[in-house]
C-alpha cells in the first residue's frame, strides 16, 4: 500500500460522489442555519420570561402574587430555574457559523453537544412539568415548542451523518489511513537501516570470533596445554570406567551408615565412616585408598555379611556386591587406578611449569572473551530477528490499511450510486 494509492481512491470518491458531497455540505448548512434560529428564539423567550419571573420571587414580588395561590407560588419557584437553565444551556450552545464546511468529527461533536443540551433540559423539564399548574402551560409553550423544532433538526442531522456525511468521514478516514502509511513506510524503512546495521555488526563480530578461536586452537597446540588437557580427559574417562559399578552401591553405603547410625544394624565404626565417605564421591574415595583397597574391602565384605537379613538387601545386589569385591581383589580395577594416578601426577608436573602458567593463562584470557562474543553474537542476532519480526508485522499492517481503504472507497461509491 503506497500513498499514492490512497490519493487514488480519494480522487475517485471525490469525482463519483460529488453529488453527495455537496449535498452534505448545503444540507448540514442549512440545517445549522434552522437550529441557530430556534437557539435564538429560546434565549430570546427565555431571557423575558426571566424578567417577567424573577421580580416576582423577591419580597416584594411575592406580596403582589400572594393572591394567586400556593399553587401558583409552588409553579413559579419550579419554573423560573427551569427557564435560567435553559437560557444557559442554549447560551452555551455553539452552533458553526453558515459558511464552514464541517469535518465529520466537527459534525459529530455538534451532534453530540445538541444530544447533550435537549437531554439535560429535559431531565429538568419533566421535574417542573409535574409541579407547574395551568397558568404556566401558556408560558412555557414558546420555548418548548422551539426545543421539540431543535429536536426535529437533530433527527436530521443524524440522517445526515449516516448518509451524505458518510461521504466526508470516508474521505477523512482515507486522508488518516494515507497519514499511517507514510508513518508506517517511514518504520520500516528505519528497522531496514537497523536491520543491516545490526548485520554488519553480526559480520564484524563472527570475523572477530574466528580470530579468536584460531588463536585458541594455535595455544591448545602448546605440548604441554596439549598433554595436559588429553591427561584430564582420559581421567575422566577412567573416572567414569570406574565408576560404573560403586556409583551403583551409593544407596547401599549410605541405607548401611544410616541404619548403623540409628543402632539397627551393628558394626565397627571404621567400617561406618568408610561407608559415609563412600556415598559422598565412591570413586574419589577409592582413588584415594592405598594400592590393597583395604576400606573397600572391608565395607564389601561387611555389607555381604549383612545382606538380606541386616538390610534387608536382593539378592541380585548381594551379587553385584560381590562381583564387585573379588573384581577389585583380584586387582582389575588396579590398573585403571594407577594410571589415573600416573596421569594425575604428570599432569600436575605440566601445570607446575612456567610455560604452562603463561600458556594457560592466555588460553583462559581467550575463552573468556570467546564466551563474551558469542554473548554479543546471541545478542546481535535476538535483535535482528526481533527487527525483521516488526518489519513483517508492519507491512502486515501496511496491507490491512490497503484492505481498509479498498473498503472505505467500494462502499462509498457504492452509496453514490
Not at 39 to 50: G, Q, S, V
Request: net charge positive; with cysteine; glycine share 4%.
Amino acid at each position: 500500500m503506497s500513498e499514492a494509492e490512497i490519493e487514488q481512491n480519494i480522487s475517485l470518491i471525490n469525482e463519483k460522489c460529488q453529488k453527495s458531497i455537496k449535498i452534505a455540505y448545503d444540507r448540514s448548512k442549512k440545517i445549522r442555519l434552522v437550529i441557530k434560529k430556534h437557539k435564538n428564539k429560546i434565549i430570546e423567550d427565555a431571557e423575558k420570561l426571566i424578567k417577567e419571573t424573577d421580580p416576582q420571587l423577591t419580597e416584594e414580588g411575592v406580596k403582589k402574587i400572594t393572591k394567586k395561590g400556593k399553587i401558583y407560588f409552588r409553579s413559579l419557584k419550579a419554573f423560573n430555574p427551569l427557564v435560567h437553565e435553559i437560557h444557559n444551556q442554549a447560551t452555551k450552545l455553539n452552533v458553526p457559523g453558515k459558511k464552514r464546511e464541517l469535518t465529520s468529527v466537527e459534525m459529530n461533536n455538534f451532534v453530540r453537544a445538541i444530544s447533550r443540551m435537549i437531554n439535560d433540559i429535559n431531565k429538568e423539564k419533566s421535574k417542573v412539568d409535574a409541579i407547574m399548574g395551568l397558568d404556566f402551560m401558556l408560558k412555557k409553550r414558546g420555548i418548548y415548542g422551539a426545543l421539540g423544532k431543535i429536536n426535529s433538526e437533530l433527527v436530521n442531522l443524524r440522517e445526515l451523518q449516516e448518509e451524505e456525511y458518510s461521504i466526508i468521514k470516508a474521505l477523512e478516514d482515507l486522508d488518516s489511513l494515507g497519514r499511517d502509511v507514510r508513518k508506517i513506510k517511514e518504520n520500516i524503512e528505519q528497522l531496514i537501516e537497523k536491520t543491516e546495521e545490526l548485520e554488519k555488526q553480526l559480520e564484524n563480530t563472527l570475523n572477530v570470533k574466528t580470530e579468536k578461536e584460531n588463536i585458541k586452537d594455535s595455544l591448545l597446540k602448546n605440548p604441554r596445554i596439549y598433554n595436559s588437557r588429553m591427561r584430564g580427559i582420559r581421567m575422566t574417562e577412567l573416572e567414569i570406567e570406574i565408576g560404573k559399578h560403586l556409583n551403583s552401591f551409593k544407596k547401599i553405603f549410605k541405607k548401611f551408615a544410616r541404619e548403623a547410625q540409628r543402632g539397627t544394624v551393628s558394626s565397627e565404626f571404621g567400617i561406618v565412616s568408610s561407608a559415609i565417605s563412600y556415598e559422598k564421591n565412591p570413586v574419589q574415595k577409592f582413588l584415594e585408598e592405598a594400592d590393597d583397597n583395604p576400606e573397600i574391602l572391608t565395607l564389601l565384605q561387611e555389607l555381604i555379611n549383612l545382606g538380606k537379613s541386616g538390610l534387608n538387601l536382593k539378592q541380585k545386589d548381594v551379587n553385584n556386591l560381590t562381583r564387585v569385591m573379588k573384581n577389585i581383589q583380584m586387582g582389575k580395577d588396579d590398573k585403571d587406578k594407577n594410571e589415573w594416578h600416573d596421569l594425575s601426577k604428570k599432569r600436575k608436573e605440566d601445570e607446575s611449569s612456567a610455560e604452562f602458567n603463561k600458556v594457560n593463562k592466555e588460553l583462559t584470557k581467550c575463552e573468556e572473551e570467546i564466551k563474551e562474543i558469542i554473548k554479543s553474537l546471541n545478542k546481535l542476532e535476538e535483535g535482528i530477528v526481533h527487527r525483521k519480526k516488526e518489519q513483517s508485522s508492519l507491512v502486515e499492517s501496511l496491507e490491512e490499511r490497503k484492505t481498509r481503504a479498498n473498503e472505505i472507497t467500494t462502499k462509498a461509491v457504492n452509496f453514490q450510486q
